[in-house]
């Protein structure tokens, strides 16, 4: 990280580490409650000074801004089509709108961690294939330590004459939260057409964090969109869950299903497209040229890959033990995947590398009952 990305310069699109303080006011922002760039350019250091690689502010006004409203008609859309397979937590008040998470939240703070490593996965169907996020140590440790330490920093801070004492709630992927909506709206990146942030700076290799605040704080411009044309992931998709731009069908999603579908046997649809993923699903980052062009390697030492989760081989996780799989996923955001789910998987994996009549390649079913999806 160079002294210079800590002067708050911005780029087209808002991409700086540090994303510049807008100087005009946005739909209804209150008077007299920005506190101005000072603050916001503070908040923006301590957070690169605890080791996030990107940090914006998104302004939370009084009402649900025009934005947000549009958010919410998305989010309510990809609900009624029941894209959200039986992720109940999707359909939360809260996650609808952020003031009945935080009545009096006046900010939101998005940070980013990217955690591209340079590995390659061996080529080879005997190999299973597990996603980047899960390579390392479970990122939500990660992201909460910092989370925490920065929340911890605000709440330190004096308040702002006349107002009450500083409030700042940390969330690292855990609560309802519209993470990707609100990184657009802070300048972090844009919600792209296979659903996951782009970041200039590290294409889509980045875990998102959130603070809200009843702090007032000068906003950054929203980032602009920058898939043009491109339709390289819808037209990579196995199973065709990219259904329109950003909008994935969790019932289709080869990561919905290794990580959060508990049912005893994979609907086979997906199981007969699973290419050797067993653990999420990459396909539609890897074939990205934002990813492809913008990946560097993080310094985070705790995101290097655990040397056993880069290359299992499919018939060792056909059988791995439950004692095997404790020791093998430590501190891992894997361990969410339980063994009998890993050896389901594995063995759907392996099943489809043989030829039979039934198992031709067919259009998933609508009805397929998502996390680590890129939603
Ligand atoms: S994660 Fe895999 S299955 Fe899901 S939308 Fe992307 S390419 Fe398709
Ligand atoms: S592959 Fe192309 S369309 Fe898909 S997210 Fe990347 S730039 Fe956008």
């Not at 109940?88 to 996650?95: E, F, P, T, V």
């Not at 990660?142 to 009450?164: C, D, M, T, V, Y």
């Not at 999603?253 to 649809?269: D, G, K, M, Q, S």
């Amino acid at each position: 990280m160079s002294k210079d990305n800590l002067k708050g310069g911005v780029n087209e699109g808002g991409n700086s580490v540090i994303n510049s303080v807008t100087n005009g006011k946005r739909d209804g922002e209150r008077d007299g409650e920005r506190d101005g760039k000072i603050d916001s350019e503070a908040v923006k250091r301590q957070a690169i000074a605890l080791g996030f690689h990107q940090v914006g502010i998104a302004p939370i006004a009084m009402t649900l801004s025009a934005a947000e409203q549009n958010a919410q008609a998305a989010l309510q859309a990809w609900l009624a089509q029941g894209f959200q397979a039986d992720m109940a937590w999707m359909n939360s008040d809260k996650r609808q709108d952020i003031r009945h998470v935080m009545p009096g939240a006046k900010s939101m703070i998005c940070v980013a961690l990217n955690y591209y490593t340079p590995q390659q996965r061996l080529k080879g169907r005997q190999y299973a294939k597990i996603s980047r996020y899960g390579w390392g140590r479970d990122y939500h440790r990660i992201l909460s330590q910092k989370l925490k330490q920065l929340a911890h920093w605000l709440r330190s801070q004096p308040s702002p004459p006349g107002n009450e004492a500083i409030e700042a709630r940390p969330y690292a992927d855990t609560g309802p939260v519209q993470d990707k909506f609100w990184a657009q709206q802070a300048g972090i990146g844009w919600i792209a057409k296979n659903g996951n942030v782009i970041t200039r700076r590290y294409g889509s290799w980045v875990f998102l964090g959130e603070i809200i605040t009843n702090l007032a704080l000068a906003g950054d411009q929203p980032h602009t969109a920058h898939c043009g044309s491109c339709s390289r992931c819808l037209d990579a998709c196995p199973t065709a869950a990219i259904r329109a731009p950003g909008v994935v069908d969790a019932n289709r999603c080869i990561a919905y299903h290794t990580i959060e579908n508990r049912a005893a046997v994979l609907p086979e649809a997906i199981a007969q497209n699973l290419q050797n993923w067993v653990a999420g699903c990459d396909i539609c980052q890897d074939v990205c040229p934002w990813n492809q062009r913008f990946a560097q390697e993080s310094d985070i030492e705790a995101f290097q890959p655990y040397p056993g989760n880069l290359n299992p081989t499919l018939t060792d996780l056909c059988d791995i033990t439950d004692a095997a799989w404790n020791q093998h996923f430590p501190a891992s955001a894997l361990r969410r995947i339980k063994p009998s789910m890993l050896r389901r998987n594995a063995r759907a994996a392996l099943a489809a590398h043989r030829p039979s009549p039934s198992r031709q390649h067919r259009e998933p079913p609508s009805s397929i009952p998502y996390d680590k999806h890129p939603v």
